[in-house]
T-cell receptor
């Protein structure tokens, strides 16, 4: 079964606002990753946070990880229309694979 | 640099017909390879993964099969398609020594079974 569960399923905000998406998972992980998917396209890796890290930044992205709560959040600051996409978290387990969540559909209104 | 190709980009097939989707990776050796399916508006479901030539792990029982005839080639097949096989099929790869790190995705194949 899918481990990563994103919340909310859909989010609509105004350009310039911050967008926060959350992800929960069920078992122990090596890392937690976030991907972005533009409509009808493949996924693009955004950021990876390892299980021994609590926060990571990359440009306008900030990811936090709370292993005690088995949860992660992705914050996009100063959103732009081009940030409109679906965002997925993926849990890196001990085996040879990632487990993806159902995604959050983010719409940035100009 | 590494690139990953998938073809065809779109496919419309009748129920009961066979299927062959191909994925190739360039610029790397011994990659781990993955096939995912994505239903409309949903997340990714891992179908198969491979850690080497001829080595296939199946994640869910289904109407599909996978093969890896060459190191950088991964093929998804079906003998008889079902309506429920419709979806967006994505291939991905990771370096052999980092199987749970970043996955690099191809552009996908949109399959419609009528």
């Amino acid at each position: 079964s899918q481990q990563g569960e994103e919340d909310p399923q859909a989010l609509s905000i105004q350009e310039g606002e911050n967008a926060t998406m959350n992800c929960s998972y069920k078992t122990s992980i090596n890392n937690l990753q976030w991907y972005r998917q533009n409509s009808g396209r493949g996924l693009v890796h955004l950021i990876l946070i390892r299980s021994n890290e609590r926060e990571k930044h990359s440009g306008r992205l900030r990811v936090t990880l709370d292993t005690s709560k088995k949860s992660s959040s992705l914050l996009i600051t100063a959103s732009r229309a081009a940030d409109t996409a679906s965002y997925f978290c993926a849990a890196g387990q001990g085996a040879q694979k990632l487990v993806f969540g159902q995604g959050t559909r983010l719409t940035i209104n100009p | 640099s590494q690139t990953i190709h998938q073809w065809p980009a779109t496919l419309v097939q009748p129920v009961g017909s066979p299927l062959s989707l191909e994925c190739t990776v360039e610029g790397t050796s011994n990659p781990n390879l993955y096939w995912y399916r994505q239903a409309a508006g949903r997340g990714l479901q891992l179908l198969f993964y491979s850690v080497g030539i001829g080595q296939i792990s199946s994640e869910v029982p289904q109407n599909l099969s996978a093969s890896r005839p060459q190191d950088r080639q991964f093929i998804l097949s079906s003998k008889k398609l079902l309506l429920s096989d419709s979806g967006f099929y994505l291939c991905a790869w990771t370096p052999r020594d980092k199987p749970t790190d970043t996955q690099y995705f191809g552009p996908g194949t949109r399959l419609t079974v009528l």
